[in-house]
């Protein structure tokens, strides 16, 4: 069973994948998609693409160190955790003070909550066309 450290290793690079795997190359997409999305091993990895175990797990350690810099530099995986809170704050307070306030007042504040969560799903999943 794998350790706490090494799942949330994973998921952060998952995570910092989503939201820079542009700013990679084809081929670093290639590895870290066979490696962290298909369960492929660095040996399978490198039989495939043709290349040592050890290029395979050198170039996998430059993606992940790739990934962690555009966070530093940009921020977005950090923005978006902070706008999710936000989000999910404005919800429970609206919770709070929804009966508080006109039917009308009601309607347009929940639409508003509607389409920021909606364009934070769409952000979720790359949808562009938001």
């Not at 929804?98 to 347009?108: D, I, M, N, T």
């Not at 929940?110 to 979720?124: F, P, V």
């Amino acid at each position: 069973m794998e350790s706490p450290n090494i799942i949330e290793k994973v998921s952060r690079l998952t995570r910092l994948y989503d939201f820079y795997a542009a700013l990679l190359t084809p081929r670093q997409r290639q590895m870290f998609e066979l490696h962290y999305f298909e369960d492929w091993s660095y040996a399978e990895i490198g039989e495939h693409l043709t290349i040592s175990r050890q290029a395979v797990y050198d170039q996998l350690a430059r993606v992940a160190d790739q990934l962690e810099h555009y966070e530093e530099l940009l921020g977005l995986v950090f923005a978006d955790a902070l706008q999710r809170d936000r989000t999910k704050n404005l919800v429970a307070t609206w919770a709070e003070v929804k009966g508080a306030v006109s039917p009308l007042l009601q309607e347009r504040m929940e639409a508003s909550i509607r389409e920021i969560q909606h364009l934070l799903d769409a952000g979720e999943r790359g949808d562009s066309r938001v």
